[in-house]
């Protein structure tokens, strides 16, 4: 599939939805008086939560999940609470009842509307282009959407499971996005590891019937970011997610504790999901050495962006031969169904993307983000790098975030960001974890 089909330009996303071109003057409740500022600059840091659920699978797990938009009603948030692992212990999720709750921020602070039932992991939230919010979850081991608009303060939402041959898993690696017409679409990584197989969804904005099916990979992929698109167009990105011996390599390989191997990003694409199987193509892999036998090429907590040319950017941490066993972040660009362009961030920068003890101060987080006049931010999680109009692989000087004394944590920041129905705008609205993983924080960040 040609992304090129995928494109819209910010102010057609913008009119799409109804909505005219948001710039620094129209962004809502603004604080700097509608003056242009010359840098990124962090407007607002909240505490939206302390009460989130850690451990396997909980709330400050993935990295690819959508968990924050951007409406015409404001910003809303989702996150899960429930039983959590004790501080510094770890094990296997055992079933018990998770919630997710939907908050929005209000002039008292941020008000949840709406919760229900999660499952193990943290849930996608996305917004229709009529405002419209849905909630994709796991609860009984398979799907279930829940849909509704926010009206007067209040959310009243309907729920439903969502047809599809699925495998019951409280580990679906569950990932959704929604297109800038309101086309829905989920993905679930099975969990056989050799062959793999993904599971998917796809309902047309508009339409009540679910179009399901599977795709089978040669091993397992996961953490996988969703790009829907009107007419069953369906694109995603994923990364291999396998236990060392099933790729025949010592378990030198893997850094993971538990010997799981991320060394390779793939991305599918499918005109019509209802007629045409998805098609394959490697942006990325690292091979052992016997020198540098450890390796990587990663997007779980990095991104996956579709610019307003229609172009793929896809980020992924890389370690192994090629890099002499240093970690990097690097941003490889797809473009009409090949990659055009791959380039690494400077080794300077790499302490802005790093988070927590869990990093070992390699850098693994990273997201993209485009304002209304196309210009490109690369947002870490200790600065934001504003980037060259053109691709955004030309960086400009890193601007640190004051966060308040707020630490990033794995999964590092999630971005309003238009997979999630979000449109491009002059600021970008954030949220983090924290505190051990127990604190949800929200940030907006003004881009010019």
Not at 337 to 365: C, N, W
Request: proline fraction near 7%; charged fraction near 20%; hydrophobic fraction near 35%.
């Amino acid at each position: 599939m040609s992304l090129g089909r995928m494109a819209m330009t910010a102010a057609a996303f913008l009119l799409g939805m109804g909505m005219p071109p948001l710039s620094a003057a129209d962004a809502p409740d603004r604080e700097q008086g509608g003056a242009t500022v010359s840098a990124p600059i962090v407007e607002r840091v909240e505490l939206i939560t302390d009460q989130a659920v850690v451990g396997d699978g909980g709330n400050n797990w993935g990295g690819h999940q959508t968990r924050i938009v951007r409406t015409k009603d404001g910003v809303f948030t989702a996150y899960t609470t429930g039983k959590s692992d004790p501080p510094g212990a770890w094990r296997a999720y055992d079933g018990t009842p998770r919630f997710w709750k939907l908050a929005t921020r209000t002039d008292a602070g941020w008000k949840v509307l709406a919760e229900g039932q999660s499952g193990r992991e943290p849930v996608n939230l996305m917004a229709a282009p009529d405002g419209r919010l849905h909630i994709i979850a796991w609860p009984d081991q398979t799907p279930h959407l829940w849909s509704g608009p926010p009206t007067a303060g209040k959310l009243e939402m309907k729920e439903e499971a969502i047809p599809g041959p699925w495998t019951r898993s409280h580990w679906p690696y569950g990932a959704a996005g929604i297109s800038p017409k309101g086309d829905l679409a989920l993905v679930q990584s099975t969990t056989e590891e050799v062959p793999g197989r993904f599971v998917w969804g796809y309902r047309g904005a508009g339409e009540a019937k679910w179009v399901a099916g599977s795709t089978p990979v040669k091993q397992r992929h996961c953490y996988t970011y969703v790009l829907p698109e009107a007419g069953g167009r369906l694109a995603f990105t994923s990364t291999r997610d396998v236990l060392w011996h099933a790729m025949g390599y010592e378990k030198s390989s893997t850094g993971h504790s538990l010997g799981y191997v991320f060394n390779r990003v793939g991305f599918w694409t499918s005109d019509d999901v209802a007629r045409k199987p998805m098609t394959e193509l490697q942006i990325a892999e690292s091979v052992p050495s016997k020198e540098f036998p450890e390796v990587a090429a990663c997007g779980t907590c990095v991104d996956s962006y579709v610019d307003t040319k229609g172009r793929l950017h896809a980020f992924y941490f890389f370690l192994g031969p090629e890099t002499k066993g240093k970690q990097y972040i690097r941003h490889s660009i797809v473009d009409n169904g090949r990659v055009v362009k791959t380039v690494q961030l400077p080794e300077e920068m790499s302490g802005h993307f790093t988070a927590g003890d869990k990093a070992k101060g390699r850098p693994q987080y990273c997201r993209m983000i485009q304002d209304t006049a196309g210009r490109f931010y690369l947002i870490g999680t200790t600065a934001i790098v504003p980037a060259d109009s053109e691709d955004g692989t030309t960086l400009g000087q890193p601007v640190p975030l004051d966060l308040k004394g707020h630490k990033v944590e794995y999964s590092g920041m999630a971005v309003a960001a238009p997979r999630g129905g979000t449109p491009p705008a002059d600021f970008v609205d954030a949220v983090f974890p924290t505190g051990d993983g127990k604190k949800v924080v929200y940030c907006r960040i003004r881009l010019r």
